[in-house]
């Protein structure tokens, strides 16, 4: 769910940049500028639920809202630790912020200050992988996968050799052989290949990135949220401010074949995101435009 | 206008701390909560209008919408010099959080550390001076005054005199006496006794304040606006904590001669204020529960 869609400043309907994900009732939150932690109390997710936090990069509009989102989880009794990981700089900066405001987090945080090419177990299953990307300051993409799942299991077949779904259909599920009225049964009798899980990739505040498919390191990917601040018409300005036209955009998702693009980052110049779907639409067959407490699937 | 009424965290309804003074298009911006710069957007008032920022103590929900508040500024090309008048330590947050997100203000800000007892000139003919308030932390409170305006001119008489509305008139209303006609016409013939100035008092968060009408100065004030976190029943909680309950609000607002009481700082246990204000009212005839964007007059 998107929690804030704007460039720099808000405007009457989009917020400041914050995306959050949803894995079997944790939650992932990407960047955190002010006024997330309203979005998330409009949207009835609880910051308890909130994992690991994920900066891109430290402007303002992307940050601003993480110690006050950090003094509301304490308010809230949390006690379970907390991980951010962002650029260096992070932790110096949420220290001096709650000196300053005599600020004692009642629970653990864990600030892991990034460099690119790390990857970390976040939840079960959820892994994130950091990327260096092309803004005016120290940024970073974060791209978020699940392992791959069991493949599914032919329920009918299993039938036939005398396996019920349960126990034992679990077992060869998880690839272990089973003994079933003195015949072996092996895995790849009832159980299809290994599905792919989920992948994510969010950009964060960038110009084109060369080499992106390898810095990302999968040949195709679910979603990918993508900064396309402008349209073409000003792809100058907008590659010297460290941002991507909705062109590049497109451009991006054809590299890392990605099944759906979502534009997101709109400057305030555009009323409505038509212009940059439209364009990104010419190289792209599946473009969304991010809208704040926008919903959107991550399995494609 | 209340831009948030809501104490530490925001709540479905309510935004953090910020409440905004309109005088002759100027504004004055009093605690700046996260989100505040969000309200102003959605209040259509722009920010480049702040002529000066009181915030009343260093606790994130009173201050944490002030760098993004700022760095809106500047997005929004403002020149104009900006003073931020708050407790001891406001500079160096302001600076290491603007060091952390690489920006450098193309306006000068003058951040001024109060200590209580001071006054200052804000606008034309308005001044604000600074009291201590009892809270958990170092804190202030603020009150705004208004210069004495001149007193109203008798029109009728002054035909009568051979004085008819034009510079003349002016003059008189200055103070100073002018000849008609051969005949000197002194100022309290025709202009009645200088009125007292709008005066408001805003306490941001506090237990009850012993001597507050020698602190605040005045023997009377157009409006208070005063922390009512809880209800009598948390009277201790309340005090404990730094705040106050609606009755002690209500005290407070009988001990200052307030034409109008303005409860706010509502604990999220209340979903109505209503209990809030019906307890004040047994104390105080003029008793209003601050809500979100709410406008009221500061001259009664």
Redesign the interface.
């Known amino acids: 769910m998107f929690l804030g869609t704007s460039a720099?400043?808000?405007?009457?309907y989009r917020?400041?940049p914050g995306l959050v994900l949803k894995y079997r009732g944790s939650l992932l939150l990407f960047d955190c500028?002010?006024?997330t932690?309203?979005r998330l109390?409009?949207a009835g997710l609880s910051p308890l639920k909130i994992k690991a936090i994920f900066i891109t990069h430290?402007?303002?509009?992307h940050?601003?809202?993480l110690?006050?989102l950090i003094?509301?989880m304490a308010?809230?009794n949390r006690r379970e630790d907390l991980y951010v990981y962002g650029p260096r700089?992070?932790a110096?900066?949420l220290e001096?912020?709650f000196e300053?405001?005599?600020?004692t987090p009642p629970f653990n945080i864990h600030v892991v200050e990034v460099g690119g090419g790390e990857k970390f177990k976040v939840l079960d299953r959820v892994w994130v992988s950091v990327f260096p990307v092309r803004h005016?300051?120290e940024a970073y993409g974060y791209t978020v996968y699940e392992e791959p799942r069991p493949g599914k299991v032919d329920v009918e077949k299993a039938r036939k050799l005398g396996i019920e779904p349960g126990p034992l259909l679990g077992l060869l599920q998880r690839g272990i052989p089973v003994s079933v009225g003195g015949r072996l049964v092996r895995p790849e009798e009832v159980v299809g290949k290994p599905r792919p899980g989920f992948r994510l990739v969010y950009t964060g505040d960038t110009a084109p990135i060369d080499g992106l498919r390898k810095l990302v390191g999968f040949d195709s990917v679910d979603v990918l949220v993508h900064d396309a601040t402008f349209t073409s018409e000003y792809e100058l300005e907008a590659h010297e401010e460290g941002h991507s036209t909705a062109f590049d955009a497109a451009r991006a998702a054809v590299e890392l074949g990605a099944k759906l693009l979502v534009l997101t980052h709109f400057s305030a110049r555009y009323k409505s995101p038509e212009p940059l779907v439209s364009e990104a639409s010419r190289l792209h067959p599946n473009v969304v435009a991010a809208e704040d407490l926008l919903k959107l699937p991550i399995r494609l």
């Open positions: 720099a400043t808000p405007t009457r917020g400041l500028g002010e006024g932690q309203h109390v409009e430290l402007h303002g509009d940050v601003f809202g110690p006050g003094q509301s308010m809230n700089g992070i110096d900066m001096t912020v300053a405001t005599k600020f005016t300051v």
